[in-house]
């Protein structure tokens, strides 16, 4: 199996300019070579325009096929943490795993609901120390 990676840079206006659109009800339509549209559907709309959000914001993406079920080094790298830190949330109860022979496995769904969670969260902390800065008058984060 090959892998080919291309490296594209798009601007955090650009994505903006694309993402206005379809923020106010407009659709991402894929246009044919007879210059027939085919509306894409919702759920391939959300994933093209959070990859160039992410190429915007972090400066690349990762576009891969993802097995159902995840190793703990792989579950532990889409989230962003060590492999122990994982395995102690599972202890902890704040995600679920489970056993193939003595190897610990995790769920996808389980674990990109986690990470979108976790992404929650750190927006909602970054918003109210913005807030609290905006009301001590001082500006420390521009958009």
């Known amino acids: 199996m090959t892998t080919m990676t291309e490296r594209i840079t798009i601007s955090a206006q650009t994505v903006r300019a694309a993402q206005a659109p379809a923020r106010q009800g407009s659709t991402l339509v894929l246009r044919d070579a007879n210059g027939g549209e085919v509306e894409l559907p919702d759920e391939v709309q959300r994933t093209l325009l959070h990859a160039l959000t992410a190429i915007a914001e972090h400066g690349s993406v990762s576009i891969a096929q993802m097995p159902d079920e995840l190793t703990s080094t792989v579950a532990a790298d889409i989230l962003g943490v060590s492999r122990p830190t994982l395995l102690r949330w599972t202890r902890e109860g704040l995600i679920e ?11 996808r769904s389980d674990v990109l609901r986690l990470r979108e969670q976790r992404e929650t969260e750190r927006r909602d902390a970054f918003e109210k120390l913005r807030a609290l800065d905006a009301a001590d008058g001082v500006e420390l984060f521009e958009d």
Not at 98 to 106: L, P
């Open 97 to 107: 795993s489970f056993k193939v022979g003595s190897h610990t496995r995790f769920r």
